[in-house]
């Protein structure tokens, strides 16, 4: 059985692209512009908490003081575990990239054995259950092998109801999520846990979910990504408070690790980021009642929080969340003090159409975040060789990447995929 390691750390898809959660396939490679931000120190010890990564500033420093690096990097520690890897194998870690789940490709998994990328994402609905999903993800992983004694992450979306990406034999048929906020928050939880057991049995380590965003009921089905979709628990902030944090405690209860979506929030925009180039929310706040699910799926442990790729006019005008240190480092690390694995939504959605896939990467690692999300190998690729090429060049932007590498790796720890400590 999967664990959850009892540590703090500072450890977050477009079309709907499997990980974002939609019912449909990716679109075409899309782009993004670009803008710096300092990077953060390299995370500190940990203290106490249930998620599972190391701790960590907001941008704007430089590197550690020696003495706290080296207490970080003692033997046998999360941050001596990615010291000891190549630059390569660090860009690696802070890339996760979708295959089938269905059909295994060869040359997909050469592609992340090549690029030690370090996760992976189920794409594509699957009703083949999970004992074939478990034959696929073994085998997935037996070619891939470990990266300096650190395993393959395999994530998944199954939300219920339209998005489930796992079916069949050994899958239980979930409800969407509309349905699931009219059972009680005990039954909510059991339930979550059996499917987290299904997961686990599979061979999935991170559910994609819950959905902690509010859509009012004065926006309803006109919104794209969640309301149209049935994605959301509600219009009411404490409920969606209450339900996403029932299913991430029962995912917890059964081993699988989460990542809630899609912060600040998607809840009041009408279009898609998947295929609209434009999405902005010209509504939410920084201190918005609207983000009461995140708060409290923080508060209770979510080992990740994946960025929506909206643009949100009054938190920072000028550029999308997922590439945004207010959203990121002012917000999310600051005013919820989330100390675990930032995602990105997929880095291919419309949204992100103004730059070069290349450049995506190192804009989202510059404003803070940790794990990239990429809906194909061949861009995957791309955005590996981007994050190289900075980070060669770029001795802070070095130190960023082998931040957010120790993040996931720690996290990781807490699923039982490489042995090492958080603390120092």
């Not at 499997?18 to 990716?26: D, I, L, Y």
């Not at 899958?171 to 928050?185: E, K, L, M, V």
């Not at 959605?349 to 990429?374: C, H, K, P, Q």
């Not at 194909?376 to 001795?395: F, K, N, W, Y």
């Amino acid at each position: 059985m999967r664990r959850r390691a009892a540590v703090v750390g500072l450890l977050p898809l477009a079309l709907l692209l499997p990980a974002c959660g939609a019912p449909t396939t990716p679109g075409p490679a899309a782009s993004a512009p670009v803008t710096t931000a300092a990077p953060a120190p390299v995370p500190t010890a940990p203290t106490t908490s249930t998620s599972a990564a190391p701790s960590a500033t907001p941008s704007g420093g430089g590197s550690t003081a020696p003495e706290a690096e080296h207490a970080q990097r003692q033997p046998g520690t999360c941050a001596a575990v990615v010291a000891g890897m190549s630059l390569s194998e660090q860009v690696g870690q802070t890339i996760m990239v979708a295959q089938s789940s269905t059909t295994p490709s060869a040359a997909g998994r050469d592609a992340v054995r090549r690029l030690h990328l370090g996760s992976v994402v189920l794409l594509g609905n699957s009703t083949e259950g999970h004992r074939r999903t478990a034959d696929l993800t073994g085998d997935l992983r037996d070619g891939v092998g470990k990266v300096d004694g650190v395993g393959l992450l395999v994530a998944a979306d199954q939300e219920g109801g339209l998005v489930q990406r796992l079916k069949g034999p050994g899958f239980d048929t979930i409800p969407r999520a509309s349905t699931q906020a009219g059972w009680s928050d005990a039954t909510l939880r059991k339930r979550a846990k059996t499917w987290s057991e299904q997961l686990g049995r599979a061979g999935v380590d991170l559910n994609l979910a819950p959905v902690a965003d509010v859509v009012p009921s004065s926006v309803g089905n006109a919104n794209e990504p969640i309301g149209a979709l049935h994605r959301g628990f509600g219009p009411q902030p404490a409920v969606v408070a209450r339900k996403s944090v029932a299913v991430l405690e029962g995912m917890h209860d059964g081993g699988t690790a989460t990542a809630v979506k899609h912060f600040p929030g998607l809840g009041r925009v009408r279009g898609n980021t998947d295929t609209r180039a434009t999405v902005v929310d010209a509504t939410t706040t920084r201190d918005d009642a609207l983000l009461a699910g995140f708060r409290a799926d923080v508060e209770h442990g979510t080992e990740l929080v994946m960025l929506s790729s909206a643009t949100y006019r009054r938190i920072d005008a000028k550029r999308p969340a997922t590439y945004s240190p207010t959203v990121i480092e002012g917000m999310l690390r600051g005013d919820l003090g989330f100390r675990g694995v930032v995602v990105s939504d997929d880095l291919l959605g419309r949204a992100l159409a103004s730059t070069s896939v290349r450049s995506r990467g190192v804009r989202f690692l510059e404003a803070g975040g940790d794990l990239a999300l990429v809906g194909s190998t061949s861009a995957a690729a791309q955005v590996h060789d981007g994050l190289l090429e900075r980070a060669r060049s770029d001795r802070a932007f070095r130190a960023r990447v082998e931040q957010s590498a120790t993040r996931v790796v720690a996290m990781k720890s807490g699923q039982d995929l490489v042995s090492c400590r958080v603390t120092g």
